[in-house]
């Protein structure tokens, strides 16, 4: 392309010429069908600056030419005036140039300078095309994607793929770039990596055009050329070649896999939509594509229906591609063949790319050869444009479908490339004459008066679900209207359905849990990705995916319960030995299924005045079992606040709010000024972090305090910590302690903690969510020596005495505290002069909405007493320890297993060592040992979750030097013997002997 200086008169009858309207005008000749791109910014050499017009090409003998905007339309700019205005007359004279590009100059944005390569690709001309409308009232404009460097919009997925490449790690100096594409892409493709200095291979087939051929090689890479016609699984598919040279590459090759590429379409939604909601000002109502990786239409048309939801995504598809099948025919992906070939490139599949979105398409128009060539043969002898052939069918279909649409419809397309690619074919009439297309140099892209006398459907198929935003109002409207009328919204028919299945879905659940519980179940069903369980799902007539609009299926209802059974994990199994919380007790759930029937929240009591109740009941208890050495004893309940609380890490943190309002009780109401520090041990748990994150506290001033070598905090170095933040200026105020931490079961020394606490005026609480359960315990009660000096102290029922999901308590020593640190004063729930004003809980809290979970513990404590938690306790630490015994035998006997953390709470960790590693000694162990002892845990769980058998958690701890190791946990002892943990080592052995 080449610049005319500013003297070179322009004249009105020159038939190539293009010329430049607007502010700052730019007149350039060029080879027909070439026109000056808006990003390709063209510098005065008098002034180094870039001249800003928009294109408008000479059409023949027209009396409304095609125009091309400018790319920097602003959203508030009217189309139809800009349209007016871009309609004036040419500039004719010297004078009126120079004036103009004088303006130009003046009103010059200041990064409007010379550019790169990679800043040439996008902001392409928006064309107006609408003389090709089969109604005048409705406009056509295509987008110029041809004017991009290498010649096509593959540009824009070629640096965005390679970038994302880059940037994630994937592609990385001297790897080499490998692209399997029908021809655009290899070009693009190939001048990325020309700009970014990597080696290419690109693999076409023998459809593609010499011209496209030649192109991808001029970069300088190679170029494999596939046989065509093949079928999409068969080895020598020009796909399947890519993906098998990257396999047998991996860590040199990188694969751009440009038809399931989720880069692909987003390049697209970042870049092409965008610029064609601010050229059209927001009018464009709809978008007219073809597809190949399916990426333009879908990214674009995700974009522009995000900005208006009533803008209409119409697919152009070749006749004989599979696209049609899959859309208008409900074909699946798996099912769909190709009808027949085709001679256009780069549009229409041979299969399903996973770029494509079939949710975004509301309609699709097919076209042939001829309808596509005809129209590139038309647009070149009347407006001087070669396009190629994608792009001949989406003016194609564009032109169809504006004789279906509204008045005042504006529909955009895209011109991909540009002819001088097919000069050899569409623009050949021998080539057309050799394939039976002579129609097609006729240059006639009409459609036909009647379609149906054409031996292709050259007509729009619509989803049947589009509506306009009126008619979803209107539907809205009466659907409110409705819903108003009558007694009931259900009719007495679907209200005893309901019942019904509510009725009969109790058995199967109690069904459910006795076959968890009895151990014979798989622990895990089936080990499945996201992936799989939506297929899984879908399989059974229960899509995962909640689809807008779906009918309702009130048969479903039995096949989504039980899949949703069928494929969890038996939390309840007496091998589910993975975290925390295991096993359902059949009274609390019990109390869990009737407090979700009363469905009462337990904020006032006037609305749940028994649940009210039974959680003080709770908190007295807890009280009596943290603050008295013997349950049962005599003396009166202490003084005590508390609340039921939506688990351990929330209790955790009204402990916080507690001691912050100690220290600073402004604060609640103009935040803190302080610099306040917490402390917590290494091994506590992340709520303690969480916690000061939330509370605006930091995350940097939860300070982690060393721990002994069974995991519990020194006091000692407690305190130097606490010396250190004062030293700095800041304001310790709170320590967490820990009683049975999640990995080794550690319990604090709340003594030496305490003293710490009370000579520097902290706050004290224990986070006994685990742990703590062993205060009901009179064999293991011990453990908690001390704890009664905390302020504060919170244990979780749902862990070690298996009650549903969630059951949390926190208690503290000081009356009213909770409700001075929370209170909100909501006038509509917590009037002081209504009946029972002093009882309600809701405003010691920070939640409004509260579930009764006080319900279930209230009621299994009733069937249990005191005896039955504490026996369970110590059935759930007496296993710990027999496992503890069976770990070091077999490491005495063939060192099959070591010790890596012994027995503390419910808790024991060890390694599991194969025979190749054997024998492994932690202490004096080799790097390189602990390093392949941290490989078998992962490997060893994965191979136990596809067997269904036993889960085990691991994890390493780096602090210990403890390489990954598995942490047993032994929530779960109601139904769990140490025949059965023995048993379960032995499978391990088997299963990982070969690891």
Not at 404 to 423: A, C, H, Q, R
Not at 512 to 539: K, W
Request: glycine share 8%; charged share 25%.
């Amino acid at each position: 392309m080449q610049t005319i200086p500013a003297s070179t008169r322009v004249l009105s009858n020159q038939p190539r010429s293009i010329r430049m309207f607007g502010s700052g005008s730019q007149v350039a000749s060029g080879p027909a069908g070439v026109a000056l791109r808006r990003a390709a910014v063209i510098v005065d050499s008098r002034s180094r600056r870039g001249i800003r017009g928009r294109v408008v090409t000479r059409a023949a003998q027209r009396p409304e030419p095609p125009r091309a905007f400018s790319t920097d339309l602003s959203d508030n700019q009217n189309l139809e005036s800009l349209m007016e205005r871009e309609a004036q007359p040419a500039v004719q004279t010297e004078a009126d140039l120079k004036q103009k590009q004088a303006e130009a100059r003046a009103n010059q944005p200041d990064n409007n300078y010379p550019v790169t390569t990679g800043q040439l690709i996008g902001s392409t001309p928006l064309l107006d095309l609408s003389q090709y409308s089969l109604n005048e009232k409705v406009k056509i404009f295509a987008k110029c994607e041809y004017l991009n460097p290498s010649g096509s919009i593959k540009d824009r997925i070629a640096q965005h793929i390679i970038g994302q490449a880059e940037a994630s790690g994937e592609l990385k100096p001297g790897m080499t770039v490998v692209a399997a594409t029908s021809g655009n892409t290899g070009a693009a493709i190939a001048m990325a990596c020309a700009l970014r200095g990597y080696d290419y291979i690109v693999i076409t087939n023998e459809k593609t055009s010499k011209e496209k051929v030649d192109a991808m090689r001029a970069y300088g890479g190679e170029v494999i050329v596939s046989p065509s016609g093949v079928a999409p699984d068969h080895p020598d598919h020009y796909q399947n070649i890519e993906n098998r040279l990257c396999a047998e590459n991996p860590g040199t090759y990188y694969g751009v896999d440009q038809y399931n590429n989720p880069y692909n379409a987003e390049a697209y939604e970042a870049t092409l939509g965008p610029e064609i909601w601010r050229q059209t000002s927001g009018d464009v109502t709809h978008f007219v594509a073809g597809g190949s990786t399916g990426g333009t239409v879908s990214g674009t048309g995700r974009y522009l229906k995000s900005e208006n939801a009533d803008v209409r995504v119409v697919m152009a598809d070749p006749k004989g591609s599979v696209f049609w099948d899959h859309v208008v025919k409900g074909v699946s992906a798996d099912d769909v063949c190709v009808s027949k070939s085709w001679e256009m490139e780069g549009v229409g599949k041979d299969s399903i790319p996973g770029c494509f979105d079939i949710n975004v398409i509301d309609g699709m128009v097919r076209g042939n050869d001829e309808d596509a060539f005809a129209m590139c043969r038309e647009v070149a002898a009347n407006d001087g444009l070669l396009l190629g052939g994608s792009a001949g069918l989406n003016l194609h279909a564009a032109r169809v479908l504006s004789g279906e649409v509204d008045d005042g419809s504006v529909i955009v397309t895209v011109f991909p490339d540009n002819g001088v690619k097919y000069l050899s074919k569409i623009y050949n009439d021998s080539w057309l004459e050799s394939k039976g297309l002579e129609g097609a140099a006729e240059g006639n892209g009409a459609v036909s008066p009647d379609v149906d006398e054409k031996e292709h459907d050259s007509r729009i198929h619509w989803k049947p679900e589009i509506v306009t935003r009126q008619e979803q109002a209107a539907a809205a409207a009466a659907a409110a209207a409705a819903a108003v009328e009558g007694h009931h919204l259900l009719t007495e028919e679907q209200t005893e359905a309901e019942l019904k299945f509510l009725e009969d879905i109790a058995p199967k659940l109690v069904r459910y849990h006795r076959e968890s519980i009895g151990g014979a179940e798989r622990v895990h069903s089936r080990l499945q990705s996201p992936d799989d369980l939506a297929e899984t799902f879908a399989a059974a007539g229960v899509p995962l995916d909640l689809a807008d609009g779906a009918p309702v299926d009130e048969l479903a209802l039995d096949a989504a319960v039980q899949a949703v059974m069928d494929n969890s994990v038996r939390s309840s199994h007496p091998l589910f030995l993975n975290q925390l919380y295991s096993g359902v007790d059949p009274v609390a759930l019990a109390g869990d299924w009737l407090a979700s029937a009363l469905n009462a929240n337990v904020h006032t009591f006037e609305v749940a005045p028994v649940l009210t109740e039974i959680e003080k009941a709770v908190l007295a208890k807890t009280a009596r079992m943290w603050l008295q050495p013997t349950l049962g004893s005599a003396a009166q309940t202490p003084s005590h606040d508390g609340l039921i609380v939506p688990g351990g890490s929330l209790a955790n943190m009204y402990s916080l709010l507690l001691a912050r309002d100690r220290v600073d009780p402004d604060a609640r109401n103009r935040g803190t000024t302080m610099e306040l520090v917490a402390f917590c041990s290494e091994q506590s748990h992340y709520s303690f972090r969480k916690s000061a994150m939330v509370m605006g506290i930091g995350m940097d001033n939860m300070v982690k305090v060393k721990c002994d070598a069974d995991g519990a905090m020194i006091a000692e170095e407690l305190e130097k910590e606490v010396l250190a933040a004062k030293a700095r200026g800041a304001v310790p105020f709170y320590v967490g302690t820990t009683a049975g931490s999640t990995v080794l079961g550690a319990f604090d020394d709340y003594h030496g903690c305490a003293d710490v606490c009370k000579r520097h005026g902290l706050w004290m609480h224990v986070d006994g969510a685990w742990g703590g359960a062993a205060a009901l315990s009179p064999a293991r009660r011990s453990v908690l020596d001390g704890f009664e000096k905390a302020d504060s102290f919170c244990w979780n029922p749902h862990k070690m005495l298996g009650l549903p999901l969630q059951c949390s308590i926190f208690v503290t020593k000081q009356p009213g505290s909770l409700a001075k640190a929370n209170a909100a004063k909501a006038d509509y729930l917590f009037q002081p002069d209504k009946n029972n004003a002093g009882a309600d809980l809701g405003d010691r809290t920070i939640q409004c909405g509260r579930k009764a979970d006080a319900l279930k513990i209230w009621l299994s404590w009733k069937h249990r007493g005191d005896k039955g938690w504490s026996d369970m306790v110590d059935r759930s630490f007496g296993l710990a320890e027999e496992v503890e015994r069976m770990i070091l035998e077999r490491e005495n006997r063939d060192g099959s297993f070591v010790l890596a953390a012994h027995a503390q709470c419910a808790n024991v960790g060890f390694w599991y060592v194969p025979p190749r590693l054997r024998p492994f000694k932690h202490a004096g162990a080799s790097a390189n040992q602990l390093t392949e002892i941290g490989f078998v845990a992962p490997k060893l769980k994965d191979r136990m979750q596809r067997e269904g058998d036993a889960m085990i958690g691991f994890q390493p701890i780096d602090s210990m030097n403890l390489p990954n190791f598995f942490r047993l946990v032994l929530p779960n002892s109601r139904h769990l013997s140490k025949q059965m943990l023995s048993d379960m080592l032995d499978r391990m052995d088997e299963m990982g002997k070969n690891l």
